[in-house]
């Protein structure tokens, strides 16, 4: 026998060698895979991750002061507020200066209503002093502090100039202060007076109705998914129509009508009067609290806890719960220890959606709720809609995010998510 032996590289067909095609075929491989991927990708980075990375850099962006009254920043750093005594006359020469080039570029509401967030009035006193400082003039005007303190007696507070120089830094802790009923003084950080501490509430009742709701379709969709697994497939294909029917309707048209059913002269008050089951002139409170919101939103939530649970519930062998039986289970013996350990990872699914979604729900909370069936979500929308507090607004929603990372963290510590099945 003739022992052949390969002196150079493996070549191809075409005669380039076969390691150098290979890598070659791979990379093409590689980028028509980063072709195929890339719509998606962008349009999670433009509409996921830069919205968030905007989000939390508005939480701590603060640059509007520096950039409107940059000489007047810089010489309050000499200030001692602590000395309880207005700053000299440099300071005020400093804020004319700054604030004459301000009212040209019509930028002083703008620094007026941020700091107005923090001390109420102040919003008022730059815009009405304005026009007065903008007639003012630098070389023959001085001194100015008097002159100041004529146009609007708030400039010879010192409280005003502690505002000022507290928040005079571009990157602020601010609006977290905030999101948790406190403030940022010269001084440090410091609780919020009384008749201003909502937002802590705000959280709490967020999450205790959201896990309220979450508990209580739960309850709702368990029957009913088993019901949709046992049957046969043309009744619980009949049946499935049904629970996704709500999905044809807008979810305002839907809140809208729980608003016209919950009132004290809504259907369902009137049909327990009906019933004799309540009295005419002791009709239920189930509007604009807690309870409105929490109905109307079980219902509305309903659908997103049957389907995973009604996913995972037909793929279980109605061969086990069979078997537990031939070997002498009761029925309550073979659904609690065959049927529902299976059924577990349809719950955790379905609980982990309705509560992600709930947590920061906004319609059915505003048209149902009232005053005391509101979210976190809603003050969120009030912040960037009316009165236009975008920091506090990004410092709310970052701590929300938060805490919506943190339970997810938790229930994967104590569940696992790789337990969590959708079918």
């Given at each position: 026998?003739t022992?052949?032996?390969?002196?150079?590289?493996?070549?191809?067909?075409?005669?380039?060698p076969l390691k150098?095609?290979l890598a070659?075929?791979?990379?093409r491989q590689?980028?028509?895979?980063l072709?195929?991927i890339?719509?998606?990708?962008l349009?999670?980075?433009?509409?996921?991750?830069?919205?968030?990375?905007?989000?939390l850099?508005?939480s701590?962006e603060?640059?509007?002061v520096?950039d409107?009254?940059?000489?007047?920043?810089e010489?309050l750093?000499d200030w001692?507020?602590?000395?309880?005594?207005l700053?000299?006359?440099?300071?005020?020469a400093?804020?004319?200066?700054?604030?004459?080039?301000?009212v040209?570029?019509?930028?002083?509401?703008?620094?007026g209503t941020?700091?107005n967030?923090?001390?109420?009035?102040?919003s008022?006193m730059f815009?009405r002093?304005?026009r007065a400082?903008?007639?003012?003039?630098?070389a023959?005007d001085?001194p100015?502090?008097?002159?100041?303190?004529?146009i609007?007696?708030g400039?010879?507070?010192?409280?005003t100039?502690k505002v000022?120089k507290?928040?005079s830094?571009?990157?602020?802790?601010?609006?977290f202060?905030n999101a948790?009923?406190m403030?940022r003084?010269?001084d440090?950080?410091?609780?919020?007076?009384?008749n201003k501490?909502i937002?802590?509430q705000l959280?709490?009742r967020?999450?205790?109705m959201s896990?309220?709701i979450?508990?209580?379709?739960?309850?709702?969709a368990?029957?009913?998914?088993?019901?949709l697994?046992t049957?046969p497939m043309?009744?619980?294909?009949?049946?499935l129509?049904?629970?996704l029917?709500?999905f044809?309707?807008?979810l305002l048209?839907?809140t809208s009508?729980?608003k016209?059913?919950?009132?004290?002269q809504?259907v369902i008050n009137?049909?327990?009067v009906?019933l004799?089951?309540?009295?005419?002139e002791?009709r239920?409170i189930?509007?604009?609290?807690?309870?409105?919101?929490?109905?109307?939103m079980?219902?509305i939530l309903?659908?997103f806890?049957v389907?995973p649970m009604?996913?995972?519930m037909q793929t279980i062998?109605?061969?086990?719960?069979?078997?537990a039986?031939?070997m002498?289970?009761?029925?309550?013996?073979?659904?609690?220890r065959i049927y529902?350990?299976?059924?577990?990872?349809?719950?955790g699914?379905?609980?982990?959606l309705?509560?992600i979604l709930?947590?920061?729900?906004y319609?059915?909370p505003?048209?149902?709720g009232?005053?005391?069936?509101?979210?976190?979500?809603?003050?969120?929308?009030?912040?960037?809609?009316?009165?236009l507090?975008?920091?506090?607004?990004?410092?709310?929603?970052a701590?929300l995010?938060?805490?919506?990372l943190i339970?997810?963290w938790?229930?994967d510590?104590?569940?696992?998510?790789d337990n969590?099945k959708l079918?």
């Open positions: 026998m022992d052949v032996t390969q002196s150079g590289p493996m070549l191809a067909a075409d005669g380039t150098q095609s070659k075929s791979l990379r590689k980028m028509r895979a072709l195929l890339a719509p998606l990708l349009f999670v980075l433009f509409s996921f991750v830069l919205p968030i990375a905007t989000m850099f508005r701590v603060n640059s509007i520096v409107t009254i940059p000489l007047t920043v010489s750093q001692d507020e602590s000395s309880g005594e700053p000299d006359e440099a300071v005020y400093a804020f004319i200066e700054d604030m004459i080039a301000a040209d570029a019509k930028q002083h509401t703008r620094l941020r700091l967030y923090e001390e109420t009035g102040m008022s815009r002093s304005g400082i903008g007639r003012l003039d630098l023959t001085a100015f502090k008097d002159k100041l303190i004529d609007h007696e400039w010879g507070e010192v409280q100039w000022i507290a928040h830094v571009e990157i602020t802790n601010g609006y202060l948790i009923d403030r003084t010269p440090g950080a410091e609780a919020q007076p009384e501490r937002l802590i959280f709490g967020t999450l205790f896990l309220v979450t508990g209580s379709c739960i309850l709702l368990y029957p009913i998914s088993y019901l697994a049957q043309r009744v619980s294909n009949m049946l129509i049904l629970v029917l709500p044809w309707t807008s048209v839907r009508a729980w016209v059913m919950l009132q004290q809504g009137d049909t327990l009906w004799g089951l309540v009295a005419d002791s239920l189930i509007i604009n609290n807690q309870i409105g919101t929490i109905i109307a079980t219902h309903l659908p806890m389907l009604y996913s995972v062998p109605i061969t086990y719960t069979r078997a039986k031939s002498g289970a009761t029925n309550w013996t073979t659904f609690w529902f350990p299976q059924s577990i990872p349809g719950i699914a379905g609980s982990i309705v509560f709930s947590i920061g729900y319609i059915t505003e048209i149902v009232g005053t005391k069936g509101v979210f976190i979500s809603n003050r969120i929308a009030y912040h960037i809609s009316s009165s507090n975008w920091g506090l607004a990004a410092a709310l929603g701590i995010l938060a805490v919506v339970l997810y938790a229930y510590k104590i569940v696992g998510i969590v079918g």
